[in-house]
C-alpha cells in the first residue's frame, strides 16, 4: 500500500453516521473519500474497489455514477477539520495545484486502466460506433455534474463571484460534450440524413416540456424560497426563547427561592435585565462574546459599572457621553472611577442608585461618581482608609490627573477625576 | 396652573393624568404607585394601551399630564403627539406629556422629545420622583433624567461638523453645565445651589435645551445616531 503511507488512515469515525460524498479531498465527486468516511475504511481501499469493479464490464462507474447523483455533498464525509481546507481550496483545482503522492498513483492507476480497457475493446470493430460516444457523453455528464457540486460548494464558503468564467466554460465544455456525444451516437447508429428531423422532434419536445413543467418550476422555486425564510425567522424565534429560556426563566427560579433575601432578588435582577437589554439591542456583527477586553473608554466605564452592581447589589446609573479609545491613563483613570464606585455602592449605597457619568472631552476625560448616602467628612478620614487616599487620588495624581472629593456629612459624596487625553 | 385650591379646600395640588402604556401590568403598577389621589395629588382619569385608544382618551378627558410610553401598537407615542399636536399647544389647558420609557435608545427618547414632550423619565424611576416629574411637567417645566441629559450632550458634543442653524443647534456654555450636572444626578435645586442661580434659572436653562431640541434640524442627531448603529 504505497498511498496509504503517504496518507494518514482516515477510519475515524464521524459522530453522524450518514452518508455524505466530501467535499474536501476529492478527485472526482467525493464519492470515494465519502464512503471512506462513512464505513471506516482508508480511502485508498475504497478507490481500489471502484477501480476493480471498473474492470468487471464498467461496474464500477456505474455504481459511481449512482453515488454521484444520489448521494448529497457534505463536509462530514471524512473526520477532516473542514474549515482549514475549506479557506486552503476555495474552488476545486486543487487537485491541479498541489499533486501529491497519492494522485499521481491514480492517474498512473487511470493510464494503465485505459490501457488495458483499449487493448481488451475492440475499437476497430463495429464496437467503435458505440465506445466513443458513450465515452464522450460520459466525459460531459461528470463535468457537469461536477460543475453543479462546485456551484453548490460556493454558495457554501460565500466565494462563488471570484472566478465565474471558469465554471461558465467548464459547464458549456460538459454540455458540449454531451451534445456531441448524443449527436455522434445518433448519427452511427441512424442515418445522418434523418439527423434534422430527429433534432427538430427532440427540440419540440423540450419546449412542449418546459411550457408544461415551467409554471409549475417556478411555483415550486417560489414555495422553496419562501420556505427557506419561514425556516429562517423560525429559526431566529427559537433562539431567542432559548436565550430567554437559559438566561431568564433561570433567573426567576433564583428569584424565587432567593425570595427573602431581598438584595440578591434586586442584584439578580438587575444583572438579568442588563445582560437581557445587551443581547436585545446589540449592534449586528457584535458577537456574544463576553469575554473580551472593552476596547473604548464608553465600553470600559459600563463594564466596570455592571461588574460594581453585580457584587454589591447596588444600582449604578451610567451616563456616557462620547467615546475614545483606551490608553494607559485612561485605564489608571478608569481603576480609579472603578474604586470610586466600589465605595459608593459600600458606603453610599441605601440613598438610592449611584450616578456615574462619564464624559469624553477634546481635551481632557472626565468621570463623576456620585451617591447619596450618609456622606462623611474628608478631612476625619483615618489614615487607614487607603482606598480613597491611594487608590482614588494617588492613582490619579501618579498618572497626571486630579481627584476631587466632596462630600457633605448627609448630603452624598461625589468623587471628580480628570485625566488629560494623550492625544489632544 | 389653577390646581393650587381644590375639593379639600387647602393648598393641595392636583393634576389629572391619563397613563399611556400598552402593558397592563406595568400600568396597574404606576396606578397603585402614584395614583393614591389624597396622598399624591394625582388622579389618574384614564388608561390606553395603543395609539388609537390613547388619541380617544386623552380626547375625551383632557388631562394635563400624559404618561406616554415610547413603544406602543400603532406607531408609537411619537404618532400619539403628532395626533395630539392640537391638544398640547391649546393656549386654555393644554396637555403636557411626559415620556416614560425603558427604551435605551437615544433615537426613541430623542424622538419623542421632539415629537412635543415635555420630558423624560426611565421607568426604573421612584414613585416620589414621578410624582414630582408629574407636577413639574403640569407646571409647564421640563424634566430631564440624567440619562436624556446625556443623550443630548452627546448629540450637540459632535464638534466635527459646522452646524447648519448655529443659534438652534449650539448650547449656550450655561446650559451645557446645566445639563451636565443633570447627567451628574444632581436635583435642579442642587444645580441652582452649585451654579449660584436661582432654581427658577435653572428651570429657564432646561427649557430652553428643550426648545432648542425640539426646533433644531434632525441632521445632527440622525448622523449622530447612524454613527452608532442606533437607527
Not at chain 1, 447523483?69 to 463536509?75: D, E, N
Not at chain 1, 483545482?93 to 475492440?122: E, I, S
Amino acid at each position: 500500500m504505497p498511498v496509504a503511507a503517504a496518507r494518514p488512515p482516515e477510519a475515524e469515525e464521524p459522530p453522524v453516521r450518514r452518508l455524505y460524498r466530501s467535499a474536501e479531498g476529492r478527485w472526482l465527486g467525493g464519492v470515494a473519500r465519502g464512503l471512506a468516511g462513512h464505513l471506516g475504511l482508508p480511502v485508498t481501499w475504497v478507490r481500489l474497489v471502484f477501480l476493480g469493479l471498473f474492470m468487471a464490464d464498467g461496474l464500477g462507474t456505474l455504481l459511481y455514477a449512482v453515488f454521484w447523483i444520489a448521494v448529497p455533498l457534505g463536509v462530514g464525509g471524512r473526520s477532516a477539520e473542514p474549515r482549514p481546507v475549506f479557506e486552503t481550496a476555495p474552488d476545486g483545482r486543487r487537485r491541479l495545484r498541489k499533486p501529491d503522492r497519492g494522485q499521481l498513483f491514480a492517474l498512473v492507476a487511470l493510464l494503465v486502466g485505459a490501457v488495458v480497457f483499449v487493448a481488451n475493446t475492440d475499437l476497430g470493430g463495429p464496437a467503435n460506433r458505440y465506445v466513443w460516444p458513450v465515452l464522450l457523453t460520459g466525459a460531459g455528464v461528470v463535468l457537469v455534474w461536477r460543475q453543479a457540486d462546485n456551484a453548490r460548494r460556493a454558495r457554501w464558503t460565500g466565494d462563488g463571484r471570484r472566478r465565474r468564467l471558469l465554471p461558465l466554460a467548464r459547464g458549456l465544455a460538459g454540455v458540449a460534450l454531451v451534445g456531441t456525444g448524443l449527436t455522434v451516437f445518433v448519427v452511427v447508429r441512424g442515418s445522418a440524413a434523418q439527423l434534422g428531423n430527429v433534432l427538430t422532434a427532440a427540440l419540440a419536445v423540450i419546449v412542449g416540456v418546459a411550457l408544461l413543467a415551467g409554471p409549475w418550476l417556478v411555483r415550486m422555486t417560489q414555495d422553496l424560497s419562501e420556505e427557506r425564510l419561514m425556516r429562517i425567522r423560525a429559526q431566529e424565534r427559537a433562539e431567542v426563547a432559548a436565550h430567554v429560556h437559559d438566561s431568564v426563566l433561570h433567573t426567576l427560579t433564583l428569584i424565587q427561592r432567593n425570595a427573602d433575601d431581598a438584595g440578591e432578588v434586586r442584584r439578580l435582577a438587575r444583572a438579568q435585565e442588563r445582560e437581557l437589554r445587551n443581547w436585545l439591542y446589540r449592534p449586528e456583527g457584535t458577537g456574544k462574546d463576553e469575554a473580551e477586553e472593552p476596547a473604548t473608554f464608553a465600553d470600559a466605564v459600563k463594564r466596570a459599572a455592571a461588574e460594581v452592581e453585580d457584587k454589591h447589589g447596588v444600582p449604578l446609573e451610567v451616563v456616557v457621553v462620547g467615546d475614545c479609545p483606551l490608553d494607559e491613563r485612561l485605564t489608571a483613570q478608569l481603576q480609579a472611577a472603578r474604586e470610586a464606585m466600589v465605595n459608593a455602592a459600600k458606603y453610599g449605597g441605601r440613598g438610592g442608585a449611584v450616578q456615574v457619568y462619564a464624559e469624553v472631552e477634546v481635551r481632557t476625560v472626565f468621570v463623576s461618581v456620585r451617591d447619596r448616602g450618609p456622606g462623611f467628612d474628608p478631612g476625619a478620614v483615618p489614615e487607614d482608609r487607603m482606598g480613597v487616599r491611594e487608590s482614588i487620588v494617588g492613582r490619579m495624581q501618579r498618572n497626571g490627573g486630579t481627584a476631587r472629593l466632596r462630600s457633605v456629612p448627609g448630603g452624598g459624596t461625589e468623587v471628580e477625576l480628570e485625566m488629560e487625553r494623550a492625544d489632544g | 396652573m389653577t390646581e393650587q385650591t381644590d375639593a379639600t379646600g387647602g393648598t393641595e395640588r392636583r393634576v389629572r393624568v391619563v397613563l399611556v402604556d400598552d402593558h397592563r401590568m406595568f400600568r396597574a403598577g404606576v396606578q397603585a404607585e402614584i395614583g393614591r389621589t389624597e396622598e399624591t395629588g394625582v388622579e389618574v382619569v384614564g388608561e390606553a394601551a395603543d395609539v388609537d385608544q390613547a388619541v380617544a382618551v386623552i380626547t375625551a378627558t383632557r388631562p394635563e399630564v400624559v404618561l406616554l410610553d415610547v413603544h406602543l401598537p400603532g406607531g408609537g407615542g411619537v404618532e400619539v403627539l403628532r395626533r395630539c399636536a392640537g391638544l398640547v399647544v391649546a393656549p386654555e389647558h393644554p396637555v403636557r406629556f411626559l415620556a416614560l420609557s425603558v427604551s435605551d435608545a437615544a433615537e426613541d427618547v430623542i424622538g419623542v422629545i421632539r415629537g412635543g414632550a415635555r420630558g423624560y423619565v426611565t421607568k426604573t424611576i421612584t414613585g416620589a420622583d414621578l410624582v414630582d416629574s408629574v407636577f413639574r411637567v403640569q407646571e409647564g417645566d421640563a424634566v430631564f433624567s440624567p440619562r436624556l441629559a446625556g443623550f443630548v450632550l452627546d448629540a450637540f458634543a459632535s464638534t466635527d461638523a459646522p452646524p447648519v442653524d448655529e443659534d438652534l443647534d449650539r448650547l449656550t456654555q450655561r446650559e451645557r453645565e446645566v445639563l451636565r450636572l443633570i447627567a451628574r444626578g444632581y436635583a435642579y435645586k442642587e444645580i441652582a445651589k452649585q451654579l449660584f442661580i436661582s432654581v427658577k434659572t435653572v428651570e429657564s436653562h432646561v427649557s430652553a435645551v428643550l426648545r432648542k431640541l425640539q426646533l433644531s434640524n434632525r441632521h445632527e442627531l440622525t448622523r449622530w445616531a447612524t454613527a452608532r448603529r442606533l437607527v
